[in-house]
């Protein structure tokens, strides 16, 4: 059973940083797709970020390019996503999300960006 736990969200000023973590068991990570979405209110869930498990190679939003960065520590299975500069339209649940022959999802971490 693939278990997913997002952590690292909170309350942040705008322009300040944070770091999520999401740390995967039940599967090896370096082996599956892994990406961060996110999601607030009355609106779909988008994709934020992710990276490929066969060349690391990675992808973004537009609109958090060269603000966010998405990373995997394979020692320790756990998928990062380094947020600078942070926007308040940046404020959504995160979410991290593998693909290991079924599609897993974490329960999500709260991110708040005041003005």
């Known amino acids: 059973q693939v278990q997913l736990v997002e952590s690292g969200g909170g309350l942040v000023q705008a322009g300040g940083s944070l770091r999520l973590s999401c740390v995967v068991s039940?599967?090896?990570?370096?082996?599956?797709?892994m990406s961060w979405y996110r999601q607030v209110p009355g609106k779909q869930r988008e994709l934020v970020a992710r990276i490929s498990s066969s060349d690391g190679s990675t992808n973004y939003d537009d609109s958090v390019k060269g603000r966010f960065t998405i990373s995997r520590d394979n020692a320790k299975n756990t998928l990062y996503l380094q947020m600078n500069s942070l926007k308040p339209e940046d404020t959504a649940v995160y979410y991290c999300?593998?693909?290991?022959?079924?599609?897993?999802w974490g329960r999500g971490t709260q991110v708040t960006v005041s003005s």
């Open positions: 999300r593998a693909v290991s022959g079924y599609v897993y």
């Open positions: 039940g599967t090896i990570l370096s082996i599956i797709p």
